[in-house]
């Protein structure tokens, strides 16, 4: 079904990128000028890989899905930051199609959805090193709701307990993700449910949003990826603009709920730069090959 290529999840390993300074340049420059200055205001190169890769994933993802080229993409941002894509899909194929990106430790993904919001959200389980499990947990109290913290709090150990308090960490993230709202939040009153980690729902302000699914996945060494997918009505007022339909007859919006969640794909970074460019790349390394052969 046409509808199921809107939905992708793709991840890039960068701990397995370690571009010299000239190469990153000649990769950001595939990227438009307005998305520079966002990477290269970083210091360190571990943040700068992972805003220029989040951006990569963008552009390459709608490239392939919407077959628009790379220099035609205009990607924006709403006043929460949330970016999302300006284009006139005139064959509503994909009536909503939209992605969120998310990086933390070794990973940036990027997940899209056609029908339905989608949220990502990557966390890197680290163990605190300068305080207890316990303390550093009770700096994070107010984001949860009595029971999601009687639930970390009732870990055996604590390392369960701080895996306990990473996923449902990452499942507001995704969720506060999707609907595209930015820091301050109150999120002691999004409540997760869930059995074992499967079958995942949220109840916000005491009501199910039953139109919305959930996913929970470990991720290499340490690592959590959450993804959300709910109904466009509960983006935020800037999101809800950006998108083409936000009211669905039950039948309709159930197509979009229901579509198969797909594996994430693994990506190099060389998988992300326009085709064109890519090949070109090849010939002049190849001509950089014959010319120090003295031929
Ligand atoms: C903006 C925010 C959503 C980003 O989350 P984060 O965990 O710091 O970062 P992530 O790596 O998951 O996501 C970053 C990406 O999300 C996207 N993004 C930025 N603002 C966004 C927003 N308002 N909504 C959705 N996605 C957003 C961007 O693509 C960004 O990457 P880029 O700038 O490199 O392109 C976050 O700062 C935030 O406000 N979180 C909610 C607040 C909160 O209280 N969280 C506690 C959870 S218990």
Redo the contacts with the bound molecule.
């Keep these: 079904m046409e509808l199921e290529k809107g939905v992708q999840r793709w991840i890039v390993d960068i701990s397995k990128w370690n571009p010299s300074p000239d190469y990153f340049a000649s990769v950001m420059s595939f990227l438009p000028q307005h998305e520079h200055s966002?990477i290269t205001r970083f210091v360190k190169m571990e943040d700068r890989k992972?805003?220029l890769v989040?951006?990569l994933l963008?552009y390459a993802l709608v490239q392939q899905v919407l077959g628009i080229p790379y220099d035609e993409i205009i990607i924006r941002?709403?006043v929460?930051?949330?970016?999302y894509l300006e284009y006139d899909d005139k064959t509503g194929t994909f009536p909503n199609f939209n992605f969120?990106?998310?990086?933390?430790g070794n990973f940036v993904a990027i997940a899209s959805e056609p029908v339905c919001l989608v949220?990502?959200?990557?966390a890197n389980c680290s163990i605190p090193m300068k305080e207890s499990v316990d303390k550093f947990i009770q700096n994070?109290l107010s984001?949860?709701s009595n029971l999601e913290w009687s639930d970390i709090m009732k870990a055996d150990s604590s390392y369960d307990k701080l895996n306990r308090f990473y996923r449902?960490?990452c499942l507001?993230?995704a969720f506060?993700?999707?609907?595209?709202?930015?820091?301050?939040?109150r999120?002691d009153n999004v409540e997760f449910h869930h059995s074992d980690w499967n079958d995942i729902f949220v109840i916000v302000d005491g009501t199910e949003f039953n139109n919305w699914r959930f996913w929970l996945l470990e991720m290499g060494e340490n690592h959590l990826v959450s993804i959300a997918r709910g109904h466009p009505a509960t983006a935020t007022t800037n999101?809800r603009a950006t998108l083409k339909q936000t009211e669905f007859g039950e039948k309709e919006y159930k197509l979009g709920l229901n579509l198969p969640s797909v594996h994430f794909m693994f990506r190099m970074v060389e998988d992300l730069l326009p085709v064109s460019i890519v090949a070109c790349h090849h010939y002049m390394d190849r001509i950089d090959i014959v010319s120090e052969d003295g031929e």
Excluded: C, M
């Design positions: 966002p992972r805003a989040s951006r963008q941002r709403t929460e930051g949330k970016p969120n990106t998310s990086h933390d949220g990502l959200d990557i994070f984001y949860f449902y960490w507001k993230e506060v993700k999707a609907i595209g709202v930015g820091v301050g939040k999120l999101y």
